[in-house]
T-cell receptor
C-alpha cells in the first residue's frame, strides 16, 4: 500500500524553540512537496524537493529530502506564532501519474 | 496574477438539493483536480482531468460528478447532497510540462448541508 506518514500529528510548542516534523513515505518517488494550511483556508505550497539530498529554506523553515531513507524533514527554527498552521507533506504516486499521496498533516500550535 | 479561482466561497444547500461548485484557472494548466477536505483531515482526491480525459477515484461516490468544458473551467456537481458531504472542496491545477507535479490550489468552497 502506498503510504505517507507524518509525525507528530499534533505539536504544541513555545515561541523561540526548534522542532522537526517528519514525513516517511513508501513510494519510490524522488519528489516531495510540503504545503501549509491555515485554519479555514486553502493549501499553500511551501517547498518542492526534487532529488535526494535536496534542501530548501524559507525564513525559519527548512525542508530536506533523503530518498534512500524515504524521509523528509521540515525543521522549524526559533518558532514564532505566525508559523501556527497545519503542515502537509505529499509525494507523487508515480512518475507517470499526476496524483499526489498526502500525509495526514501535522497541526502545529506555537504559543507566544 | 495567474491563479485558481473558486466560486462561491461559501455554499449552503439543503439535503438532497443539487449543487454546483465552479473552478477557473488562468495558469493554462492541463491538469485540474477536485478534492474534498473534512476538518483536520488530509485532502481526499475525488477526480482529476488531464485535458478532457476524466479520471475518477475508485471510492468517489456516484453522487459526485464533474465537467470540464474547456481548459480554464471545471465544475463539481453534487447531485443529492447528504449531511456527510459537508466539507471544504478544493480545486487545484498542475502542469505536466514541468518536471514537478506541484499542485496550485484555489481558495476553496465551504459547503454546508442543512
Amino acid at each position: 500500500e502506498l503510504k505517507v506518514e507524518q509525525n507528530p500529528l499534533f505539536l504544541s510548542m513555545q515561541e523561540g524553540k526548534n522542532y522537526t516534523i517528519y514525513c516517511n513515505y513508501s513510494t519510490t518517488s524522488d519528489r516531495l512537496y510540503w504545503y501549509r494550511q491555515d485554519p479555514g483556508k486553502s493549501l499553500e505550497s511551501l517547498f518542492v524537493l526534487l532529488s535526494n539530498g535536496a534542501v530548501k529554506q524559507e525564513g525559519r523553515l527548512m525542508a530536506s529530502l533523503d530518498t534512500k531513507a524515504r524521509l523528509s524533514t521540515l525543521h522549524i527554527t526559533a518558532a514564532v506564532h505566525d508559523l501556527s498552521a497545519t503542515y502537509f507533506c505529499a509525494v507523487d504516486r508515480d512518475r507517470s501519474n499526476y496524483q499526489l499521496i498526502w500525509g495526514a498533516g501535522t497541526k502545529l500550535i506555537i504559543k507566544p | 496574477d495567474a491563479m485558481v479561482i473558486q466560486n462561491p466561497r461559501y455554499q449552503v444547500t439543503q439535503f438532497g438539493k443539487p449543487v454546483t461548485l465552479s473552478c477557473s484557472q488562468t495558469l493554462n494548466h492541463n491538469v485540474m483536480y477536485w478534492y474534498q477536505q473534512k476538518s483536520s483531515q488530509a485532502p481526499k482526491l475525488l477526480f482529476h482531468y488531464y485535458d478532457k480525459d476524466f479520471n475518477n477515484e475508485a471510492d468517489t461516490p456516484d453522487n459526485f460528478q464533474s465537467r470540464r468544458p474547456n481548459t480554464s473551467f471545471c465544475f463539481l456537481d453534487i447531485r443529492s447532497p447528504g449531511l456527510g458531504d459537508a466539507a471544504m472542496y478544493l480545486c487545484a491545477t498542475s502542469s505536466p510540462d514541468s518536471r514537478v507535479h506541484e499542485q496550485y490550489f484555489g481558495p476553496g468552497t465551504r459547503l454546508t448541508v442543512t
